[in-house]
């Protein structure tokens, strides 16, 4: 298989602090990490590409001071949003892919998601 | 970047009937095109995908076909059962870098 796990599952936090999420891949080693956003009953819009040890690329509106990434080893990547506002309150998803052999590099594994209220 | 356009945005069809849900796409680099499905709240789940150097590909009651020339790709789904029911998404990607979703089709299987 290839499970990756999400943490927290939801967080409330107060406008104007910080917020972690985690995401790992459990039984794979991810080179590369996607992280998105999603909005209720819309799509997953594509926030950035993380592969590990390298910077993270962003896609084009989304802030990199705001949601900082960091993909530290094969198997963590973290976003963390940074002076949460209410409009940053959203579901997140991770996903990630590898490179190992026996998996296809085009599959892309999900997270549980990350619902993230802020008050 | 790419752009994944997905219609309809909602169907509904009696059980035992067929769905059909299409996207295009921008990007003729992109090669790889995988379809998910996703239930309230969970995560999206890869239901079948396409690789640019194939036309149709079927998996059971599931099938997706890909016109590379005008850049569209198709999910159908035969005999519908109620658990069909679920929001679907296209991708679109290069390499498994980056996916581009669609905007997604709410599909409802009525009994």
């Known amino acids: 298989g290839a499970v990756v796990s999400q943490h927290p599952s939801r967080v409330i936090c107060k406008s104007g602090t910080s917020v972690k999420i985690e995401c790992r891949s459990l039984?794979?080693?991810?080179?590369?990490m996607f992280w998105y956003r999603q909005f209720p009953k819309k799509s997953l819009m594509l926030m950035a590409t993380?592969?590990?040890?390298?910077?993270?690329?962003?896609e084009q509106g989304v802030e990199k001071d705001k949601f900082l990434i960091n993909h530290a080893s094969l198997t963590l990547s973290t976003l963390t949003v940074t002076s949460a506002h209410p409009e940053d309150s959203s579901f997140y998803i991770c996903?990630?892919?590898?490179?190992?052999?026996?998996?296809?590099?085009?599959?892309?594994?999900f997270g549980p998601g990350t619902r993230l209220t802020v008050t | 970047g790419e752009n994944v356009e997905q219609h309809p945005s909602t169907l509904s069809v009696q059980e035992g009937d067929s769905a059909v849900i299409k996207c295009t796409y921008s990007?003729?680099?992109?090669?790889?095109f995988p379809w998910y499905k996703q239930e309230l709240g969970k995560r999206p789940q890869l239901i079948i995908d396409?690789?640019?150097?194939?036309g149709e590909k079927k998996d059971q009651r599931i099938a997706v076909t890909l016109n590379k020339t005008a850049k569209h790709f198709s999910l159908h789904i035969t005999e519908t059962q109620p658990e069909d029911s679920a929001v679907y998404f296209c991708?679109?990607?290069?390499?498994?870098?980056?996916?581009?979703f669609g905007t997604g089709t709410s599909l409802t299987v009525i009994p």
């Open positions: 996903s990630a892919s590898s490179l190992q052999p026996g998996r296809s590099p085009y599959e892309q594994y």
């Open positions: 039984d794979f080693q991810a080179t590369t």
């Open positions: 993380s592969n590990e040890g390298s910077k993270a690329t962003y």
């Open positions: 990007d003729s680099a992109s090669n790889y």
């Open positions: 396409i690789r640019s150097n194939v």
């Open positions: 991708a679109a990607s290069f390499t498994g870098n980056q996916f581009y």
